[in-house]
């Protein structure tokens, strides 16, 4: 990455400085500036000297620029060739994420109330083994404990007992530990409340102690490849390949596997526990365990010599040996329960002590119980409880189809692209066809090198950015146009040229970068790899699309020195002789008035019927099977039906050979959304034998709260950033007029997904939030030419101004629209379920943003700008906008 940026800043320093330069070898700045601004329709002849020194670029910075780009072709190659080929290659290729590849993902939450639980617990103990004198019971919720003060010792006595057996949290090397419990006298009792902060120090060292057993646990199932990672405070997220049916894995990780051997006692006392029997009996133990799983040294599954039943050997290191040695000694005879997460597994009579360390556990297993129990045993128990809060499954056959999908609405989008870059600048559509390779090679090569992963979603990102990394090829192009049809000669109109395309190139993907970095910040999953290889192709698009263009017209320069520069376009009739005068203000109240009507419709369309929320949103589960022959949709629902799940959906498609299966969420927690789901795969494998199980995702309740606010705030806080960057760029004016056209835009965009009933989850928000940026993209541009014409024609009315910006900026504003909606039309076409809810709105999107800008954001421009002047806030008789800083 630090070529990239190298590479980035001398092309800055290029594009700057070099004009600066070329100033004094040319006669002198104030010449050279008159020369840049000239207007057109006006011709200047070139000053001496200006046509071989304007455009130069030092030799250095070709060689930098060249090393960039093999430097990221050498590290994107092994990703674009054949596995067999690259495996003993030092680079490897870009990692791809389940969506992909298949596998299984899910997330476990350390549960707070647990540990909580677990602290007031450990104190309450502690406190009764230092004065039996004591009583203590905790308060009604359950975060904190009452003392009560025993006669013969002071409150004070009885608080500083208490202070130094309270627990501590935190410290380490550099960090001094903190007590759990703050300490209050009240009259004879001492209150001591559970800190929040405490609970939350905690937590966070319970997910990194989970992770490590996890991470055993999965070793010792046997996956290979996977991937865990902390998220947040108390979060999981663990990814395994190939993993299809995450049944046997889910058992494994959500299991707490805490074991523990407890006396048992024929009558309930104070100091027992009544804990129930795998058969559904009840038995009294003693509370604290004579022994746990702390001392085990190993376990394996067996069979029982006699029976031939599964059971489970385990065998203690040699201090638990001598404990449980001790301990059967005394229990011989009695009874004696072997207790796995609060339940009583094994309750033998002790026959004999059992002196050699080790022992059996048996019951009414299955040789997968005793597989699992080995292991869990084996990796040792978890610190807290983890709850499954979120499991999505993608089969092996449908991540290969999204790869193809992918590869194919990939070189579609790109050959539509690079035909219309070549049908209108012939030659130099060629090079920024090439610039475009570079571009997703290099995007390619950061992801390499950062690590990433690249989803189905970072695909449709990529596809995405190549369709606006040639936005700036536009802008250079029409720019260089522009200045050729004012008279400049060859080296003047392209240095100017590309010094006032760098301002609109620059502040136009400043707005996607804030969306797309507002979308990584708030997104999750997927839809974080589809904001980072967007906005990883934009910001190499600066170096590509100009850098790379620029370097080629320098060479045509020096080598050829042609008078003038021209950008011929393929076929001569598409030659552009003038700017257009077209009056689109005279349209303005027309266009304010149907941008209103069907934005109001579209409020009415969110009311009634409503979006089409998906899994991610209402919570619940979602299964996708397919099969080679049409599936009885019938019988499936009434197999569904059966279930009594509550409402539920069937969708086919592909002629009936894949069926959508959605769920609503169940009452009971994360336990009946996983039996709901595998209740739902056995109908649907017992009535169509032949189907595949393509996906599955369980969301659960938190989940999906939490990303519908996430989703909420991203977009607001979106529109906000847009605002206050325009502002701060532009003038209020400006912001205002783009924040006003972008809730229109983003209103028709929802009426849209309403009135089509698609899927309105994540890739839905991602949408939304892309088109955010891409609306003020297309509006910056018209409003960085505003802002230039204001200072070139400070008399003309603000009407005439508005006009005459929006003809010169129109071609632009059509092709680059063009180029983004070329880039996805194919996928919205041939992108399936996974992204149409994404690629569809998309199209929507950027014709509703393409018409706007012409026919919302100007006129409300025009009318703030005549409101601005009747105030006399200006004092201008003419344009009432600022100029150009």
């Not at 536009?474 to 060859?490: D, F, M, P, Q």
Request: aromatic fraction near 6%.
């Amino acid at each position: 990455m630090g070529l990239f940026c190298a590479a980035s800043c001398a092309f800055r320093c290029s594009i700057r400085s070099e004009s600066c330069q070329s100033q004094n070898r040319s006669g002198g700045p104030r010449h050279h500036r008159a020369n840049v601004a000239t207007t057109i329709g006006e011709a200047h002849p070139a000053l001496p000297g200006l046509e071989t020194s304007v455009l130069k670029l030092p030799l250095w910075r070709f060689a930098l620029y060249l090393l960039v780009i093999l430097t990221g072709l050498a590290v994107a190659l092994p990703t674009f060739l054949p596995r067999n080929i690259t495996q003993t290659w030092p680079i490897a290729p870009v990692s791809l994420g389940l969506d992909l590849r298949g596998g299984a993902s899910l997330t476990l939450r350390a549960e707070e109330a647990a540990i909580g639980a677990g602290l007031v617990s450990d104190f309450a103990t502690t406190l009764a083994e230092a004065d039996a004198s004591l009583t203590v019971r905790a308060t009604e919720d359950g975060n904190g404990l009452i003392i009560d003060v025993p006669p013969g010792m002071t409150p004070d006595a009885a608080t500083s007992l208490a202070r130094g057996h309270s627990p501590k949290v935190g410290g380490g090397p550099l960090q001094q530990s903190e007590p759990a419990f703050v300490l209050a006298t009240r009259g004879n009792t001492v209150v001591a409340t559970l800190r929040s902060a405490a609970v939350a120090l905690v937590q966070e060292d319970a997910v990194a102690r989970s992770i490590e057993v996890i991470r055993n646990r999965i070793d010792e199932a046997g996956v290979s490849e996977p991937s865990i990672q902390s998220m947040g405070r108390d979060r999981i997220l663990v990814q395994m390949p190939g993993i299809e049916d995450p049944a046997g894995l889910r058992a494994l990780l959500g299991a707490t596997a805490e074991l523990t051997f407890h006396r048992v006692v024929p009558t309930q006392t104070e100091d027992t526990l009544t804990l129930p029997e795998a058969g559904g009996a009840e038995i009294s133990v003693v509370a604290r365990p004579a022994l746990d799983g702390e001392r085990l040294a190993d376990a394996s599954a067996a069979f029982d010599p006699e029976t031939g039943a599964p059971v489970v050997q385990f065998r203690f290191d040699t201090e638990g040996a001598r404990i449980f040695g001790e301990l059967t000694q005394d229990l011989v005879g009695q009874r004696f329960a072997i207790v796995l997460d609060g339940q009583v597994i094994s309750a033998p009579v002790i026959q004999e002590p059992i002196l050699g360390g080790s022992g059996v556990i048996s019951g009414a297993f299955t040789v997968e119980d005793t597989t699992t129990l080995a292991a869990l045993l084996r990796a040792g128990a978890l610190p807290v409880p983890l709850e499954i809060i979120e499991e999505r499954t993608v089969g092996a056959d449908l991540g290969a189809d999204a790869i193809a999908m992918g590869l194919w609405a990939g070189l579609a989008g790109f050959a539509l692209i690079a035909a219309m870059m070549i049908t209108l600048y012939g030659g130099w559509g060629m090079v920024a066809t090439a610039a475009l390779l570079i571009n997703v090679a290099l995007t390619v090569a950061a992801l390499v090198l950062l690590g990433a992963t690249l989803t189905l979603p970072g695909i449709a990102g990529l596809i995405l950015g190549m369709g606006l990394a040639v936005d700036a090829n536009v802008l250079i192009n029409e720019r260089i146009r522009e200045e050729t049809r004012a008279g400049k000669r060859a080296a003047s109109a392209v240095q100017a040229g590309f010094d006032r395309a760098y301002r609109a190139i620059l502040d136009s993907n400043l707005t996607t970068l804030i969306a797309t970095a507002l979308l990584f910040w708030l997104g999750s999953g997927p839809v974080r790899g589809f904001a980072l290889t967007m906005g990883l192709g934009i910001a190499i698009s600066l170096f590509t699309a100009v850098a790379v263009v620029r370097a080629a017209m320098d060479i045509q320069l020096r080598t050829r020195k042609p008078k003038t520069f021209e950008i011929r376009p393929l076929f001569r009739f598409l030659t552009p002789k003038t700017v257009p005068s077209f009056r689109f203000m005279r349209a303005r109240l027309a266009g304010l008035a149907v941008s209103l009507v069907l934005s109001v419709a579209s409020i009415g369309l969110f009311i009634a019927p409503g979006l089409n929320y998906g899994v991610d949103f209402r919570g619940g589960v979602l299964i996708e099977a397919r099969s080679d022959a049409p599936a009885d949709l019938a019988a499936l629902r009434a197999g569904v039906e059966g279930l009594n799940l509550g409402e539920i959906s069937l969708q086919d498609s592909d002629s009936g050979r894949s069926v959508l299966i959605r769920v609503e969420e169940q009452p009971g927690g994360e336990a009946a959304q996983t039996a709901a789901a595998e209740a739902v795969r056995s109908v649907v494998t017992e009535l169509t034998p032949a189907a595949e199980i393509d996906r599955v995702e369980i969301v659960g309740p938190r989940v999906s709260a939490e990303l519908a606010v996430a989703g909420l705030i991203a977009v607001a806080a979106a529109s906000v950033a847009m605002l206050v960057y325009i502002w701060a760029r532009f003038d209020w004016p400006y912001a205002v007029g783009a924040i006003a056209t972008l809730v229109l835009d983003v209103t028709k965009v929802v009426g849209f997904l309403a009135l089509t009933g698609l899927d309105f989850g994540l890739t839905a928000i991602a949408a939304l939030l892309t088109l955010i940026g891409y609306s003020v993209n297309d509006k910056v541009v018209v409003y960085d030419r505003m802002r230039e014409n204001t200072a070139r024609h400070p008399e003309m009315p603000l009407r005439a101004l508005i006009d005459l910006s929006i003809n010169q900026t129109l071609a632009r504003s059509l092709y680059t629209s063009g180029t983004a909606l070329l880039a996805m039309l194919p996928m919205a076409i041939w992108g399936g379920a996974a992204v149409q809810s994404f690629a569809i709105p998309m199209v929507f999107g950027i014709l509703v943003a393409a018409l706007s800008s012409i026919f919302i954001a100007a006129p409300i421009l025009l009318f703030l700008g005549d409101w601005r002047r009747r105030r006399g806030s200006d004092g201008a008789a003419g344009a009432t906008l600022k100029p150009i800083t």
